[in-house]
């Protein structure tokens, strides 16, 4: 076993990054969300530290984490664009999330920018990438960050409506950011199903290489069950893009009385047109309607466990394991994500960047106390979350243990269903936001 890593000391945060947060904290108050139900073990804020020291970098925990996988399929496939649309990013913000009039949206903006480094600084949309590239440089060569976009809310005519959507990130700035470091980063679109141009947006992105497509319906206001997907699910079959979806209760952002659309039970009709299916999370927040079986509410995870039993979807159903470390969540779910060994092979890794770098949503003592760290993990963890908190969310699931089960080198080695879809037309002309 390697030398404890030397400790470093925490920089103080900046007064804009300390003004920054100081909203963000009121506004958590004003919610009754700060106290007992975060863990603040490591902080409040992300310290925002630079390069691992060397101790930390070559620690056997760390070299651990990477036996047995090959760097260059290992793609984090969930990995958020955010900023403010200061450097022409195209980015849009709703009001609320700026506002005091609205506490809980303003906590969610002040932290989700604190997690990546971001606050306080001149630009917000350079400073957000800037961090992102620092942390994936940590990562072997080979090993990419998947970067999503995100579309507008969309009515059921079809029609953009920017006042109802919480955040905007165009495919064109996704497109972008992946071109000028494609050793690094690959992207993934985000397109609305009820768009007019839905089938068009479709070859657009297939042919500047995006690997997969991003929806959270109960944010963007699709129905996966509704005929008016027929024809996006029929156009992304046909160019084998994978589609990234968000079930189960949404709280990072605000979808109004859209909620319902975000049970896995709505992906039923995508996997009948032949769609490969990624299940964000594996729904394992919230509960739904079991409107297959008289009704009742039920946890959403257990309608996710349903759909991965459906013989009929093996090869097409996969379940994205970002979030899942999370205080809210692990207790559940992460047991028996990591002892259903049948499921190891349809799991796939993502971190959900930036919110690994939210310092209360992971406790390591409780996941210690749920015996699935052991204790020696928690120091090396925690200086490892205050340098790079992409890397902490990798090795921190390729430490955690069941009883002898882990988490499988399939489901980090993402590129496995990914890779296929990246090829060389990442700066073909006439892109389509």
């Known amino acids: 076993m390697a030398a404890e890593p030397a400790r470093s000391t925490p920089a103080a945060p900046q007064p804009g990054r300390r003004r920054f947060l100081g909203a963000g904290l009121a506004g958590l108050a004003a919610c009754g969300l700060a106290g007992a139900k975060l863990w603040p073990e490591d902080g409040w804020t992300n310290p925002c530290l630079a390069a691992l020291p060397p101790a930390l970098a070559q620690h056997d925990l760390l070299q651990a984490a990477w036996s047995g996988l090959d760097p260059s399929r290992v793609w984090d496939m969930h990995c958020h ?67 999503l976009a995100f579309d507008a809310f969309h ?26 470091r494609p050793q690094r980063f690959a992207w993934a679109a985000s397109i609305h199903p009820y768009r007019a141009d839905c089938v068009e947006a479709v070859a657009s992105a297939a042919a500047r290489g995006a690997v997969l497509i991003k929806w959270l319906p109960a944010a963007q206001g699709m129905d996966p069950a509704s005929p008016a ?53 594996c729904a394992s927040l919230g509960s739904d309607r079991d409107t297959e079986r008289g009704g009742a509410e039920v946890a959403s995870f257990d309608l996710f466990a349903r759909l991965m039993q459906d013989a009929r979807y093996e090869g097409k159903l996969f379940g994205d394991i970002s979030a899942v470390t999370q205080f809210n969540r692990c207790a559940e779910v992460l047991p028996q994500l990591l002892q259903r060994r049948e499921w190891h092979g349809r799991l796939l890794n993502g971190s959900d960047y930036p919110l690994p770098g939210v310092m209360p949503l992971v406790s390591l003592r409780q996941l210690e106390s749920l015996g699935m760290l052991p204790a020696a993990a928690l120091p090396v963890l925690s200086q490892l979350r205050a340098h790079n908190a992409l890397l902490f969310d990798f090795v921190l699931k390729r430490t955690l243990a069941l009883d002898g089960q882990r988490f499988s080198a399939a489901a980090f080695e993402t590129a496995r269903l990914l890779a296929p879809r990246r090829h060389a037309h990442l700066s073909a002309p006439t892109p389509t936001t």
Not at 105 to 118: E, S
Not at 158 to 173: H, K, L, M, W
């Open 81 to 147: 664009i955010a900023g403010n649309g200061d450097r022409g990013s195209g980015i849009a913000v709703h009001a609320d999330m700026y506002s005091h009039a609205h506490p809980f949206q303003l906590a969610q903006r002040l932290f989700y920018m604190d997690a990546a480094c971001a606050a306080g600084g001149s630009s917000i949309d350079a400073a957000y990438v800037e961090r992102l590239e620092a942390l994936i440089e940590a990562f072997p060569p080979g090993a990419r960050a998947v970067l």
């Open 155 to 180: 009515d059921a005519d079809g029609r953009a409506r920017r006042e109802q959507s919480t955040f905007i990130v165009p495919n064109d700035y996704a497109h972008r950011l992946a071109a000028a």
């Open 229 to 281: 997907c027929d024809r996006f699910y029929e156009a992304a079959a046909r160019h084998d893009l994978p589609l990234l979806v968000h079930c189960g209760a949404e709280r990072a952002v605000q979808g109004g009385d859209t909620q319902n659309f975000g049970t896995p039970l709505r992906l039923r009709r995508a996997l009948e047109h032949g769609m490969r299916v990624i299940v964000a999370h």
